[in-house]
């Protein structure tokens, strides 16, 4: 076996070159192509692969991205970009923003983590691998669980929408108990964290609906991290920071109630509109990316404004228009009926049929 020679220019590719075969610059091209049918020996490949990585140093840390020194790479550090995955599925702007470096070194940055880690397209086929394991979440009511294929789905965002007190905290606490089921029962066998916007998470809540279903409440609180959010940035500030909790906790959803209330309460007037949408859709994107990367559910309410433009039929819409319309993968809209009822009803969605189910809140939870 011939040790590879010598590179030529630094541009070129590495190419073996056996002995009998010496070739002339004009005929490069030839050979290459030759050669590259003929890599059918594993030793020849292997040693392919080792010239390769003795050329480019294999990326696998954050600092050994070109452009990202010490200072740089805690910067990234601090705003959550830990891992060349995270940086690989950042926008440069973002880039930009928290590590102060320019906008082509931003876009050098996460071309080479994108690179490191064989990003771009994937076939129809690696798609359909990732979406087998994509989990599926019981909501407590069967009706419900039918409209949605089968439960609330990892790797999406749902966001139900609706009128105060027609239970949108409800259901974003009784999932948060039942994420913690084993398989077999509905649940994804995993851990919360639960950004609360409006301060009306109730652990007294969550005890209730744990027992009824004959869980151990004392530990199911424990597996529920639940942030106070004080204002939009300190909202958005959590979901930047979430991913290594949710790493560590084995987190299998995350709950954001209420999504929009700080940004409707804060953006108020004219020309903050513009403002607010594109700090909502950067939000909307950390949590787009953590479902994704991490295959978990993020869950978000959201509430309606009235919109007397709309002459007949159902004058509210939600909030955010169509950038959180846009980004929620299921979006439901949920409204009181009789009692207890409620009619939950799905909302232009991808892949499954729209349609309406009922189910109920009652002191044990959402139930049929
Ligand atoms: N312990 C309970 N027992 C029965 N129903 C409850 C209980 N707690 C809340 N509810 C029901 O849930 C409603 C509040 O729903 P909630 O999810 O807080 O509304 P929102 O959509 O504004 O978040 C109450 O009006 C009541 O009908
Ligand atoms: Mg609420």
Redesign the pocket.
């Given at each position: 076996m011939v040790k590879t020679k010598a590179i030529k220019t630094t541009e070129e590719e590495p190419k073996m070159e056996t002995e009998e075969e010496p070739k002339m610059e004009t005929e490069k091209e030839e050979t290459e192509l030759k050669e590259s049918t003929k890599l059918e020996n594993a030793e020849e490949s292997i040693e392919q692969e080792e010239t390769d990585s003795k050329l480019k140093p294999k990326i696998t840390e954050i600092e050994d991205l070109p452009g990202v020194g010490p200072t740089t790479a805690t910067k990234l550090r601090e705003a959550g970009y830990d891992n060349l995955e995270s940086i690989s599925v950042a926008s440069p702007a973002e880039i930009v923003e928290v590590a102060a470096l320019g906008e082509a070194t931003a876009a050098k940055v996460i071309e080479a983590a994108r690179e490191a880690q064989d990003m771009g397209y994937e076939t129809a086929a690696d798609l359909m691998i990732r979406r087998r394991i994509i989990g599926r979440l019981t909501t407590g009511a069967a009706e419900v669980n039918e409209l949605l294929n089968g439960g609330i789905e990892t790797q999406s965002i749902t966001e139900v929408y609706?009128k105060?007190?027609?239970?949108?905290?409800?259901l974003a606490m009784q999932l948060a108990v039942n994420v913690q089921l084993p398989y077999d029962k509905g649940g994804l066998e995993g851990g919360v964290l639960f950004i609360d916007t409006e301060g009306?998470f109730r652990p007294e809540?969550i005890i209730?609906m744990a027992e009824h279903l004959g869980m151990n409440s004392e530990q199911v609180l424990k597996s529920i991290h639940v942030a106070r959010a004080y204002n939009s940035d300190h909202q958005m500030l959590l979901a930047e920071k979430a991913a290594e909790l949710i790493k560590e906790k084995n987190i299998r959803l995350v709950v954001v109630d209420s999504l929009t209330a700080h940004f409707r309460a804060e953006y108020v007037g004219r020309g903050t509109l513009a403002n607010r949408q594109q700090k909502l859709n950067r939000h909307m994107h950390t949590l787009a990316k953590l479902s994704d990367l991490h295959n978990i559910i993020i869950f978000v309410?959201n509430q309606v404004m009235s919109r007397p433009d709309i002459m007949f039929g159902d004058p509210t819409a939600p909030i955010g228009g169509h950038i959180v319309g846009h980004t929620a993968t299921y979006r439901i809209y949920l409204r009181k009926s009789k009692g207890?009822k409620r009619i939950a009803k799905l909302v232009d969605s991808p892949c499954l049929p729209d349609g309406e189910a009922l189910f109920s809140?009652?002191?044990n939870g959402i139930e049929e």
């Open positions: 609706g105060y007190g027609c239970g949108k905290s409800q009306t809540r209730q309410t207890e809140v009652t002191e």
